[in-house]
């Protein structure tokens, strides 16, 4: 999905115009509990188009710390990840210093920018706006983020600024069986130094296409029969524009991540085992996870420990991503190339995993033993009845379970049955998502 990112000065109201635009159209489905969410980005449907919408001002990766909020900041990280930037003004307010800063930014951002005014609540306060027309902002939308005044203009000036959608595949045209790949993390973890090591392997054929997205570059690398798509690689080294500051370089990747998400199946999360697995790890998986990606996480410079420290760290890395025990964690180092082909194999295993459909059949022998090994347990004075279960779905898997009463099936007996079906049938790193439906 594009992303379309809210940048403003503190005050203007970015999180109120946030909430409206989300409104009730929040499209984010979480099925596996214990996930972290954010209230700052947050995926809209408006007038038949879909984007992520980010409030680039509250989303700061690591600090609360209000001196870092700064607009720079945030025009740093939107320019560099965004694909359409809401500049938030302030109607009641002579412009500022700050504000002359920020739109000399953004008017090199080279990147579509809409420019409105919040707190304009009445006609008369949109008939005040001389001073900031002054600004030099063409096309400036006054509008009330807490009155709802104008925001229907507001959406479709956003939704007629979002790149085109990609194309619809060809009917009959044969699809594409390469494993789409996005690889996510912190500054430094060694995204760059991976796609490099995958790149020189003398047995990968590698190939460089367009992506979807404006200026993303996806590699193609085939290895024996597989072969891999590795989402916007160019992005991966892509680094913040105008600044260095480290907040900045930590906000474009959550931003890259979440774009490169949207078309992978699996996720290899890449963590840095010197340094330790951090809270933004989490926070990264933690995305992958709320869009049913298959994941795996990659513990790399494993060559800066030795096995005492690198089983710490692995350790460590467990603790802190205990929202997601099934997910592998390989060892690795992309400076050696240690375990980089077991990263590889890994990759096709759970993409493998991820695409599955099990028999019928097979699953209701095997849901049938799950049932006498442990029927569900009495509530109410009665059990519920389990009657079979199909799989709906495929990448990810999405199974149906019909049931006599399903709002009484406790949720202990729900994870016991996602994780009979995760171990019998092999679904490591993949969400297994189990839906219960009435039958009387
Ligand atoms: P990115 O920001 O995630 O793309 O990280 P880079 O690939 O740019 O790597 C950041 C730094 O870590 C560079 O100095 C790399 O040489 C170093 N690095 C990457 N992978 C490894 C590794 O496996 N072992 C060691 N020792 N250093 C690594």
């Avoid at 109201?13 to 489905?29: C, D, Y």
């Avoid at 990264?284 to 420290?309: C, M, Y």
């Amino acid at each position: 999905l594009p992303i379309v990112a809210i940048v403003g000065r503190p005050n203007v109201g970015k999180s109120t115009l946030f909430n409206r635009l989300v409104g009730k159209k929040t499209a984010i489905v979480h099925d596996e509990p214990g996930v972290t969410r954010d209230r700052h980005y947050s995926d809209v449907t408006s007038r038949g188009r879909r984007y992520t919408l980010v409030d680039t001002g509250g989303f700061d990766p690591e600090s609360d710390d209000p001196m870092r909020q700064g607009i720079k900041r945030q025009i740093d990280v939107a320019i560099t990840e965004a694909d359409v930037i809401v500049c938030v003004l302030d109607a009641s307010q002579p412009p500022t210093p700050a504000d002359h800063a920020e739109l000399d930014l953004l008017r090199r951002a080279g990147k579509p920018v809409i420019y409105c005014a919040n707190k304009a609540d009445s006609q008369r306060a949109e008939l005040e706006l001389s001073d900031l027309y002054r600004l030099g902002a063409r096309d400036l939308i006054p509008f009330s983020a807490l009155h709802g005044r104008r925001i229907d203009e507001l959406e479709a000036a956003i939704t007629a600024a979002l790149p085109p959608p990609p194309p619809e595949p060809e009917e009959g045209a044969a699809p594409d069986e390469a494993i789409r790949v996005a690889i996510v993390g912190r500054p430094n973890a060694g995204k760059s130094s991976l796609i490099n090591r995958l790149l020189g392997e003398e047995r990968l054929l590698v190939d460089a296409r367009p992506g979807t997205t404006r200026d993303a570059i996806d590699t193609r690398i085939t290895k024996g029969k597989h072969s891999f798509l590795f989402i916007d690689t160019a992005g991966i080294r892509r680094k913040a524009k105008v600044t260095k500051e480290d907040s900045v370089v930590e906000a474009v990747s959550v931003l890259h991540a979440i774009r490169a998400m949207e078309r992978a199946e699996v996720v290899v999360l890449l963590s840095d085992a010197f340094e330790g697995v951090a809270e933004q790890d989490a926070k990264i998986l933690g995305l992958a996870v709320d869009r049913a990606r298959a994941v795996v996480i990659g513990l790399n410079k494993a060559d800066l420990l030795d096995k005492k420290a690198f089983g710490k760290a692995e350790e460590n890395a467990r603790d802190k991503l205990s929202f997601v025990p099934w997910a592998p964690i390989v060892p690795m180092s992309a400076k050696t190339g240690r375990g980089v082909g077991n990263l590889l194999s890994t990759i096709t295993r759970i993409a493998q995993a991820f695409r599955t459909r099990v028999p019928t059949g097979e699953l209701n022998r095997f849901f049938e033993q799950v049932l006498e090994h442990r029927p569900p347990p009495t509530s109410g004075g009665r059990a519920p009845r389990l009657y079979y279960i199909t799989q709906a779905e495929t990448s990810p898997p999405l199974f149906v379970v019909m049931a006599s009463a399903p709002e009484q099936i406790h949720f202990s007996y729900q994870r016991y049955v996602q994780n009979q079906l995760r171990k019998n049938f092999g679904f490591e790193g993949v969400p297994v998502r189990v839906k219960y439906k009435p039958r009387r």
